[in-house]
């Protein structure tokens, strides 16, 4: 059982970039899934999460307005959609699927992916 992020790179400030994390191994239709991020120097937080069905979303406050998560259960996978990049967004992303809402935002979901690296140049 796997989550796969892709999507990561180089990008200036103020563009657009879509990542992915794709499930393998089990289906993870009945979970949470999410993103979190840790920049260099910094503790990992939490970026977004999406419920089983798409129908409730939450992110963090800097995030809002300028990231947008959406899933597609079919592909098991979910995306973060990132625009209005800044430099301070520079980090690794990691996605993540948890069973329960609470343990997601707690920062202990059950499954990780492997992270992936977006780099906001200035």
């Known amino acids: 059982v796997q989550l796969q992020a892709s999507g990561g790179g180089l990008v200036q400030a103020g563009g657009s970039l879509r990542l992915s994390c794709a499930g393998s191994?089990?289906?993870?239709?009945?979970?949470?899934m999410g993103w979190f991020r840790q920049a260099p120097g910094k503790e990992r937080e939490f970026v977004a999460v999406?419920?089983?069905?798409?129908?409730?979303?939450r992110y963090a406050d800097s995030m809002k307005g300028r990231f947008t998560i959406s899933r597609d259960n079919a592909k098991n996978t979910v995306y973060l959609q990132m625009s209005s990049l800044k430099a301070e967004d520079t980090a690794v992303y990691y996605c993540?699927?948890?069973?329960?809402?609470?343990?997601?935002?707690?920062?202990?979901?059950?499954?990780w992916g492997q992270g992936t690296l977006v780099t906001v140049s200035s």
């Open positions: 999406i419920s089983w069905n798409g129908g409730s979303t």
């Open positions: 191994g089990r289906s993870f239709s009945n979970h949470y």
């Open positions: 993540a699927a948890e069973l329960s809402y609470s343990v997601f935002i707690k920062g202990s979901p059950d499954y």
